[in-house]
Structures are given as C-alpha cells and as structure tokens.
C-alpha cells in the first residue's frame, strides 16, 4: 500500500523527450505555512529569500507529500545532471463556466475524438479539470492513466482514417468552444517583463545579494569611497543587464507579434465556412488554405497539395511540396501508415504557403494538428526562452572556484575573530572585522569576468558576418576538435553543371550524350523522365525548386506552363503542372505532358516519383529519380545492366554526382485515383533508363580551410547524403584525406535467414600505389603529441546503411571505426544527428557545417553547429554564417580559442587577486590594521576593474595552434599557475612584513601611537585618546594610513596585481601579443608609473617571464606529463592508445559476424550494455544552451 502511495507521489512528464521531467505532488498545510510566515519574519526575509533560491525547500517546508491526484501543488525536477527543481501550481478548470453547458450526468464522449485526453480528464459531475502549466506548454490530469498528458495538439495515436472521418466535417461549436477553454489560445505569446520583474530577479541574484551584505559592512566602516564606486558600478551593470534582458524580451515579442494576427478560414458542421482570428483555432478544426498563407498553426494535409516555404524552419528557401495524408483503411498511427516521410503531409507553424492545388472542385483543405507553443514555430521560441543548461566544465569549475575563494574566506573570518579576541577587542569590533576579512576573499566582479572574453569575441563575430544566439557557446568553440562537414553547398558548389546523361537500352549503357556539345537530348523515356520527375513550379516568372532539379530540368530545352488548358475538355486536373518542348527542345511527337501527381523527395527514402499524362493521350506513365543503387533496386533486374556498379564507380571515382532515372507505363484508370495510387505500387518493377552526370566543383575556400585545420590537428570528417564514391574523391580532392593515405571501405549487412549480420572490410584499390593485396604498414604517432589523431594513415569510409547495422549488431566495433572514420555517405538526417552524439560520447568536441535542412538535427546536436544560411539565425544552429564557405569554421575556434584563454586570464587574476589580498590584510589584522580607504580603491577600481574590462579585448591569433588551450579551470598547469603565483605572493608580502620590522627607525604604531601622534601637526593627532585607538592606526581615520607596515606592504600588493596582470594576459598563440591590446598596455604602464610615482623609488619588475618559462609552455608541460606517464582521460584518446598497440588492425580485405564477437575483437561492454557500465554516464557535453554558473548557487 505504502508503496502504491509512492508511486502515485511520483510521475514523468514528456517521458523519453528532452524535455523530460518529473513530478511529485504535495499538498499545502496552513499550519506550515503560518511557521514558515513567522519564520521569514524572524529572520528579516532571510528565508523567504533561501526559499526563492531554492523553489524545493519552499515546497518541503509548506507542503506534505501527496498522491499527484491530489496534489495542489507539484514540484518538478529536470532529469538530466543537473537536477533544477521547479514549483507549479495546480489549477483547476470548471466546464460549468462554459455558454454551451454540459450535461455532468451523460456518459456520452466531452468530444468527438475518442483518442483525445480531454474525454479521460474531465471529472463528472463536478466537471472539473486539473491543470499545471510548464514552460508555456498546458499538461492535464489524465484519470485514466494518473499523469499529466499534453494538451493543445492531436493524438498521435490517430490513424488516417480517423483524422479523415472524425474531423473531416469540422467541428461542433459546442467541441470547439470546449477545446479552446482546456486548451489555451492559439497564440505565441511572448511577454515583454516589465523593468521592476526584470530588476527584481537580478537584485535577488545570489552574488548581488552577497555584494549587498559586502557593501554594507564596507559602508559601516567608513569605505564611503571603493563602496560608492562599487555601488555605481554595481547599478550600471544591473542596468546595463536588465537593459538587455529586456531588448531580448522585445525582439522575441516582436517577431512572434505578427503571427497572433492573422484571419483564417475554417470550416464547422453547423456553420460551413468561418472567417476567425487565428489565435481562437483549436486542434481538430478544418483549416481552408487560401492562394498564399503564412501558417499560424501546425496542420496535417486532407485535401489537395500546396507548395511551402520551410526556409524559416529549415535555412533553405527551397519549395517544398506537401501531399494530402491518404485516406486508407488502417489502425496504425497516422505517421507510421507508410515508409513515406510523414513530415510530407504536415504544414508546420511560420512557413509560407507559397501555392496550392485543389485535388478537385473544393478548396485545400488542413485539419488544424497542434496550437500555441506546441507548433513548430512555438518549439523554437520556447527554446529560445528556457535554453537548457549548458554542461561546460568551465563553468562547473568556476562555481568550484568560488566555492573554493568562499572556503578561504571563512578561514578568515576564524583567523580574524581569533587575533582579535586574543588582543581583547570589543565583540562588535571583533565580529565587524571578522566579516571584513571575510569579503575580501571573493571579489565582487568574478562570476562577471568569464563573460567579457564572449563579449569581444561575439562582436570580432559579427564583424566577420558570424552571428551567434547562443554566446555560451563560443568558450566551447575553444575545444572543438573534430569538425564534420556536409558536402552539397558546404565543401562544394551549391549550383550543379549538367555534364553528361548515360542512356540504357536493352539493359546496356549506350554512349554518353553531352550536353556542353549544344546539342539537344533525343527524346524518349530518358528526356522524359527529366523533363517530369521534379518539383519545380513556377514563381514570378521564375523556375523555382531544388537546384539539381532546376539544372536537369533545364537541360531538356522544356518549359513549364500553368494549365491553361481548360480541365473539362481535356481531363486533366486544374492542379497539374504542364510541361511542353522548348524551342531548343529536339523533336518529339508530344505536345505537352501533364504532372498528374508527385510523390516527393525524401532524404530517408532517397527518391521521389511523378505520375504523368501526355496531353491527348489515355495512357500514364510513371517516373523515378534517386540514388543509383536505391533506383535500381525498384528496377526489373534485366533492365538494370550488368556492369551498373562498375559504370557507376567510373563517375563517382571523377567525383561527379550521378542520379538515375527510372520509368514505367500505368494502367489506365480515372484521374481522382491518381491521388489515392499506392505509392508502393508504382514504384515497383520499373526499367532502368539511364544515368544523369552532374558535375559538382570544390569551392576555392574549401581546400585552404582544410589544410589550415588538418595543420591545427583539428580532425575533419565527411557526412553527406551523396554516393559513397563520389564522397570520397571529393575528400581526396579537397586533401580531407592526404595523398598517399589509405581508405578502407566498410560494408556491413543485416542478418538473412539463419546467416548472422556481417561486416566487409575492403582495402579501396589505388592505381598509384599498385594491388590491393598488397601488405600495409600502419605507422600511429603517439596520440598525446597528435590533437586529433592526424597522425593515422588509414581512414574508414562508409554508407548510412553500414553505420546503422553497425551501431545495432556490431557496437563494439564503433568506437574503433570512429576513431579513423572520415566519410559517412548516404546518411539519413537523424542517422547524422546519431553520429554527432557518438562521436560526443567518445569526448570529442565536435563542430557541425552544413546549409540545409538535413543537417538541421545534426547541427542541434553539436557543440558548435555552424549553419550557412541566409535565413533567421536562431532557427537552424546556435551560429550563422552569412558568408556561404567554410572559412568561418576557423574564424569561429579562434575567437573561441581567445575568448576561453581571456576567461581563464581574467578568472585567474581575479583569483590571485583576492588572494593577493586576503595574505596582505590577513598581515595587518596580526597588528590590528587595515589598508586605508584610497589604497584599496586604487587596487580595486584604478587596476583590477579595468584589467577585467580590457584584458579581453586582446584579439585572436591569426594562425591556429596545433593544440587547444585548457578546457578547464581545475587541471594541473591552471592549478600550479595559481599556487606558484601565490607562493611568490605570499613569500613577498611576508619578507615585506618582516622586512619592516627590522629596520632601526620602526615603531608598532598602536603601542607608541602617543609619540608618533605627538610628532603630528595634522588634525589628527587629537586621536591619541580616541576608544578604537587599540585597533590599530589603519581604523583611526577612513582616509589615512598611519602604520609602517600597511605603507610598506601596499606598494608590493600593487606591483604583485599589476605583475599578475601582465603575466596572466599572455598572447601567442592563442591572442595576439600583449601590446597589440592599446589601452590594457596603456594601462598597466599607467598604474605602474603611478605606483612609482607615490613610493617615489624605483622597483625592480620581478616575476618577468614567469608564466611562459614554466607555468603555461606547452612544450614544457608535455615534457612534464611524459616524464611522469600522463595520459588524457578522453575516450578517443584510450582507443588510440589501444589501437596504436593492436597489430590487428585496422582489417582489410576480410569479413566479420555478428556471432564472432570475441575472436580477437575487443569487446567495449558499455557498448553493448547500456544499463550497468560507467561508460554511459560520460557526459555529452555541452548539448544545450547557456545557464551562468553562479545560478546553480
């Protein structure tokens, strides 16, 4: 029973999304809530204030846990590392409000979708329903299956038939008044905080309110200067903050603004057609498409086909056609009914209904799929509102940092309190010292300083037409060492030449026609097949569509009319395309064909297919374009010749892209089945017609970039949609993979019958180098001296295929093969977006390129995803280029290089600077004194505030360095970095203290305080009897300093700030040279002539050279760690150490079985068994968007 209980406490809200969550029920006890009120009073808001930090505690405090059916209020708790806790109240929702009221007695459905959650959510006869709402998304009680259910969108598990017979008709204005009460408003609304909330939340940030308690105390002792100078800093940055925060809050509401306006059709049982604000559409409604359309909804196509833009969902302005969801008879969800994409029946939020075509007399028809902030358009907004934490060990390791700094602090504060009862000070003395010292351990702008290195670096950005939505990132963009490239747009043209077309008849390749000759195409299958297959329209005059569509289609000398031929006399729908002969066009005896309907392209299925009519005629006929191999599959086998694969290997080997053209003849039948014809049945028992040769040339930047990447031993890797063959002589042409390197082609297939799956491995024969049985000689450098594994001369190359048999039967294996992999072809977009992930798994910090829509996932998924795109930034990948090459990709790790190395300059002096201070004030507490008001406010304002404004502004190196700057705060050179330094520290101040003592003319201040001050001719010296004499010269006034060791210790402290500054700014080769940074140059000149100048002598510059004789050399550190046997952690790294030593491998020319994994394979177990290995639990680091670190206080 108790455990019933627990269970029913405990819930899982969007089970296995990213957005999983869980949630335990609670309910609120007045009597807690009377102590915890008394308690928040008691301690001055103190509470109350812990409470806000931390929403868990609040509800432990006022609420007893309950079962979720019960609860009024439920605590949720993210699922991922970093376990942030959230508090939602339970609201409840009466239906008795309603105008169309509801019989709480009937039994009959609350709506007509009998898969809906409302039906199981509504409770009778109270009609009543339960609701909590999350990050803009509303969740229901579901009473049936007891967890909070989504609303606000149709049921996945709706079959086709369901979507066309329940809502076909439209919806009751009862349902629909129903559905627009539980669901919410069809609306993106984005609020623009007001400037009090927005202030608010900064003032009570944890730092802010430390800083507050810090001031005070300062204020309390007289610090009236460095405190208002803290304070006026303190307001322009929580204004220049809040500022900001609120521009943010008005862009987003301003670009979401326009889409909460719209007037749209739909269509209602009672009513028919009804003109409606968008934003009261409802899930289930019937929405009418007009001519052009921007879509305020996600909806499913029912009736006839439109053509969208997608580009601001995707970052390509391509058209993109949208069939109707077939109305066939079956239980299966509708987005699994068939192997088509089921993307192509949707119309998503935010894109443009370019044009539509009635599939007969009525208008095209939707039914309305999601609304609000569950659309398309509402996802990426709410990504942009709630960005996931970023999981950077930066930051983790700054928190620590600061945890550290606070640590020191508090053995301070006992220090202080100790020395101070020891010489018998007042307790209000004692206590107010003692928290003094505690502050001046953690300076007040740290948790500020890792964000001026981004600052700069996303402005250099901008400047280079890099635009950035998620600045986080770009420290990441320090570490990224592997970089996958898409190769259509990215490393080659976007535009294709037409070079060639390879007939075939009698299931021979006949001579190749060229068409740079000027000669026309001869007509038949083959030009009609070119002619058809695509999905171009026309726009304004133009021919729009896919490019390699455009360039075929352009190669026939055929144009493309609207029907200007009238439906009735010839049969052929309003909606069709037609085609006729150009005048260049070569003679053929049709007049005009008619595209009767397309099945479209689809990167998964790698083919698209038309049915056609030529005008005149009874007959159709059915064409199909795709990938070779994919074709030929669907073809007759004694249509397809039998040297197909060698001819293929011919063009793809010059690096030419070949699509092949199929075609079969239709029965005859009525033109409305046309767009019920399964899809499966035409394409199927095709003849082979033919191959069509593009030629696809490198883009100029692309080989330099490689070079300057490979020579920073940044690895680069291929994955592309395009034939294998082709991928890798591009690779080679490009120098991806340097001449005289070997590849190993990998070919793996799933388990037939009783026979096992299996895995080929095969040398790629290279005229060069002689025989393919030839014996290799691997030579692996030693992977802690190669970044990214450069050093290997054999590459892996193979096909989506192979990798998904391979991550499901051979997963051991891949770990190894990723290792030397370098071009994946043929990939799917999610199998892309799986690579990315597995190549995180094994520590790499991997960087995306790519310009189209199926690398959008892949880009997501990366460290630092680079979309070159001219569309709206945020949509694709947390950066944008503008500038449509992949130089931006070095641009980007170089601005990440000097970005991260300025937030560890910065950290790091900030550190030694609040160290620097603690051993000099910890100095003069032993004597009961303090630095006056004027030499910390130089310290503090005149040097360390400006150092953290300007020491990152220094730009970045133009060259990249062949290995990357730390990629956290806790590693041994950082560590030893700060301890030398603050040994050197700590022994100069203590020679200075010590120093003083000795010398013939010292006096300990407060013990001859009478004679010194006799001596005196300022008004001062009436101090002498003063009670707080016994503290020490340093308190006796705000202003001055009147002790022979603060005067003595000050100027080292300065030269020791000023010194760490200098040694903690260093340039190459990650930043230009110090001197090329003006004004920090300028001043640190300034503050040192400055000091000089009130010591009146000279000093000599110690700890010259420090840092790069032995702190951050990075040759000296790797001398280091192979002396002492250091090896990196990262998995990449562990599997080359491993490879390097297994004479083994890599295999060649032989083939492996599933059922063979341990002969002489080693097996990874947390590749096999995701359940109880260690290996799992690695971070993939960085997945997700900013969270500062100084929140998770």
Not at 795 to 806: D, E, P, R
Not at 1113 to 1125: A, C, Y
Request: glycine fraction near 6%; charged fraction near 20%.
């Amino acid at each position: 029973m108790e455990e019933n209980r627990k269970r029913a406490h405990w819930a899982l809200l969007n089970p296995g999304e990213d957005n999983e969550l869980e949630v335990f029920g609670y309910q609120t006890q007045a009597l807690r809530r009377v102590l915890c009120l008394l308690g928040s009073i008691l301690s001055l808001g103190l509470l109350s204030l812990l409470f806000y930090w931390r929403p868990q505690w609040n509800v432990w405090a006022h609420c007893v846990p309950c079962p979720l059916q019960e609860a009024d209020v439920v605590l949720l708790r993210t699922t991922d590392e970093f376990q942030k806790y959230t508090r939602k109240k339970v609201i409840c929702l009466y239906l008795s409000v309603l105008k169309n009221p509801i019989n709480p007695k009937s039994g009959a459905m609350i709506v007509a979708d009998r898969h809906s959650v409302i039906n199981r959510a509504v409770l009778k006869p109270e009609l009543k329903v339960r609701c909590i709402q999350v990050q803009k998304i509303r969740y229901i009680w579901d009473n049936v299956e007891e967890r909070f259910q989504k609303v606000g969108l149709l049921e996945d598990s709706n079959s086709c038939s369901d979507i066309h017979h329940t809502f076909g008709s439209g919806l009751r204005k009862e349902e629909q008044e129903i559905r627009r009460f539980i669901c919410g408003p069809n609306a993106i609304e984005v609020e623009i905080q007001p400037i009090w909330k927005l202030l608010i939340k900064q003032v009570l940030n944890p730092f802010y309110v430390f800083q507050a308690f810090t001031l005070t105390l300062w204020l309390s002792q007289g610090y009236i200067e460095y405190s208002v100078a803290i304070i006026i800093l303190t307001v322009i940055s929580i204004v220049l903050s809040v500022y900001d925060l609120r521009q943010q809050s008005v862009n987003l509401h301003n670009l979401v603004e326009d889409h909460n306006k719209i007037q749209a059709t739909i269509h209602t049982k009672e009513e028919g057609l009804q003109e409606l604000e968008s934003r009261l559409l409802v899930p289930g409604d019937i929405l009418v498409l007009p001519g052009k359309f921007s879509l305020p909804c996600d909806a499913v196509l029912i009736d006839g086909s439109c053509i969208v833009n997608e580009g601001m969902l995707t970052g390509e302005s391509i058209p993109v056609t949208k069939t109707p969801l077939p109305q066939v008879e079956s239980t299966l969800p509708w987005k699994s009914h068939s192997l088509e994409d089921y993307r192509r029946h949707v119309l998503f939020c935010g894109t443009e209904v370019i044009q539509t075509k009635p599939a007969g007399p009525g208008p095209v028809r939707a039914v309305v799929l999601q609304t609000g902030f569950n659309t398309a358009k509402g996802d990426l907004v709410r990504s942009i509102l709630y960005p996931r934490p970023l999981n950077f060990k930066l930051y983790n390791d700054a928190f620590k940092f600061i945890v550290f700094l606070a640590f020191l602090g508090v053995l301070a504060f006992f220090y202080a309190f100790g020395v101070y009862m020891y010489h018998g000070t007042s307790a209000r003395d004692t206590v107010t010292m003692s928290l003094l010292l505690l502050t001046v351990s953690v300076p007040p702008v740290l948790p500020a300083a890792l964000t001026t290195g981004i600052f700069y670096a996303q402005k250099r950005l901008k400047r280079k037409k890099i635009f950035c939505i998620s600045p986080q990132r770009i420290n990441m963009c320090g570490q990224i060492n592997l970089v996958c490239f898409d190769k259509t747009g990215t490393l080659t043209e976007d535009g294709l030449d037409l070079w060639g077309a390879v007939p075939v008849m009698g299931s021979c390749f006949q001579k190749v026609h060229s068409f740079t000759s000027g000669s026309a195409l001869p007509w038949g299958p083959l030009c009609g097949a070119m002619a058809s297959c695509h999905s171009l329209i026309v726009l304004d005059g133009t021919i729009q569509g896919d490019p390699l569509d455009v360039k075929m289609f352009e190669g026939t000398s055929w144009v493309i009319e609207d029907s200007s031929v009238d439906p009735s006399d010839s049969g052929i729908p309003a909606s069709s395309i037609i085609i006729k002969p150009g005048p260049g066009a070569s003679q053929t005896p049709a007049k005009a064909i008619a595209i009767l309907h397309q099945f479209p392209f689809s990167s998964g299925l790698q083919r698209m297919s038309v049915i056609t009519q030529e005008i005149g005629k009874d007959h159709f006929d059915a064409y199909m374009k795709g990938a070779p191999e994919m074709v030929a599959s669907f073809c007759r086998p004694e249509t397809v010749p039998p040297n197909f694969k060698k001819e293929l290997k011919l063009y793809t080997m010059q690096g030419f892209r070949v699509i092949a053209l199929a075609h079969k003849p239709l029965k005859s039948g009525g033109h409305l089945e046309m767009g019920t014809y399964p899809r499966e049945e035409v394409e199927s028992e095709l003849t082979f017609l033919g191959l069509l040769i593009m030629e696809n040339r490198l883009k100029k930047e692309t080989k330099p970039v490689l070079r300057e990447l490979s020579s920073a031993r940044i690895r680069t890797v291929m994955i592309t949609g395009d034939n294998l063959q082709t991928a890798i002589t591009v690779a080679k042409n490009s120098e991806m993979i340097p001449q005289g390197n070997k590849v190993i082609l990998i070919e793996a297939n799933e388990p037939e019958g009783h026979s096992p799956a299996s895995v080929t491995w095969q040398l790629l024969e290279n005229k060069e180098e002689g025989h393919k049985d030839k014996e290799i000689c691997l030579h692996i450098q030693d992977p802690s001296l190669a970044e990214a594994g450069r050093g290997d001369d054999y590459h892996f190359a193979m096909t989506g295929k192979s990798y998904q048999v391979i991550t499901q039967h051979f997963s051991n294996l891949l770990p190894k093969i990723l290792v030397n992999g370098a071009i994946f072809a043929r990939m799917s977009p999610g199998q892309k977006s799986s690579l990315v992930e597995e190549f995180q798994k094994l520590n790499y910090y991997v960087a995306m390129c790519g310009d189209g829509a199926n690398d959008c996932g892949a880009l997501k998924m990366a460290h630092a995803g680079i979309s070159l795109s001219d569309q709206e930034a945020s949509v694709a990948s947390p950066f944008t280029s503008k500038i449509a090459n992949i130089e931006c990709v070095p641009h980007l790790i170089r601005e990440g290089r000097a970005a991260l190395v300025s937030s560890f300059g910065v950290f790091k002096y900030l550190t030694m600077y609040g160290i620097i201070q603690l051993i000099g004030t910890s100095l003069l507490y032993w004597q009961l004194q303090l630095f006056g008001n004027y030499q910390y406010l130089m310290q503090d304002v005149g040097i360390t505030l400006m150092v953290c404004l300007t020491m990152s502004s220094t730009h970045a190196y133009p060259k990249l360095a062949p290995y990357r700057p730390a990629g956290q705060l806790i590693s041994p050179p950082l560590l030893l970095s700060v301890f030398l330094n603050t040994c050197f520290s700590g022994i100069a101040q203590f020679w200075a203290f010590l120093f003083v003592k000795q010398q013939p003319w010292y006096c300990e201040a407060h013990r001859y305080s009478g004679c010194y001050m006799a001596n005196r001719s300022d008004p001062f010296s009436n101090a002498t009897g003063n009670s707080n004499l016994m503290m020490g010269n340093g308190t006796l006034t705000p202003n001055s300093v009147l002790s022979f060791e603060s005067t003595s210790m000050w100027p080292i402290t300065t030269f020791n700030c000023i010194i760490v500054a200098f040694i903690f700014s260093r340039g190459k080769p990650f930043r230009k040279p110090i001197y090329t940074n003006y004004f920090f140059s300028f001043l640190l000149i300034s503050a040192l002539g400055v000091t000089l100048f009130i010591m009146f002598a000279d000093i000599p510059v110690i700890y010259s050279g420090m840092e790069d004789a032995i702190l951050q050399n990075h040759d000296f550190w790797l001398l280091i760690k192979k002396k002492w046997g250091v090896h990196s952690k990262s998995q990449y790294r562990k599997w080359q150490r491993k490879l390097a030593q297994d004479p083994s491998w890599p295999p060649t020319n032989r083939s492996d079985y599933s059922g063979e994994g341990k002969n002489g394979f080693y097996v990874n177990p947390a590749y096999e068994n995701s359940e109880s290995t260690p290996i799992q639990t690695v971070d993939v680091i960085g997945r997700s968007t900013e969270q500062h670190f100084w929140t998770r206080l």
